[in-house]
């Protein structure tokens, strides 16, 4: 005997049913290794656009690298989906541009003397 033939529609609907009756799990997800994640499929491209911003003072860069992942860091990443690595990622740019235009701002302001180092 052939099982009963089901339009697409409805085979969806019972999916979403069925996880709709099931009961959320509870996922405990470790923070630390969410960082390390988080930080292994970052890093290359956070550190390519920390030297266009420095103008390839790899110093600089590698300092605001290190202020994106600590800021990552306080957001805690295990909160955030896999698919959110382009969230999290923009997020961390942004970060960085904000802190390389306060330092440049800083610089400006700062008296001739203290330029010239």
Known sequence: MRP????????AH??????RRDPPSLVVVDTDRALEQVI????RGLRKV???LSRRDRDVAA????????WIWQ?????????EISYLRKAA???M???????????????FAARLR
């Open 50 to 52: 920390a030297l266009q």
């Open 75 to 83: 957001l805690d990443p295990s909160r955030f989906a896999d698919d």
């Open 97 to 111: 541009v904000s802190l390389h235009r306060r330092d440049a701002a800083l610089r400006r302001k700062a008296p």
């Open 63 to 70: 300092d605001l690298v290190q202020e994106a992942f600590i």
């Open 4 to 11: 009963p033939v089901r339009s697409p529609r409805s085979s």
């Open 40 to 43: 292994r499929r970052l890093h």
């Open 93 to 95: 740019v942004n970060h």
């Open 14 to 19: 019972s999916r979403i049913a069925d996880v």
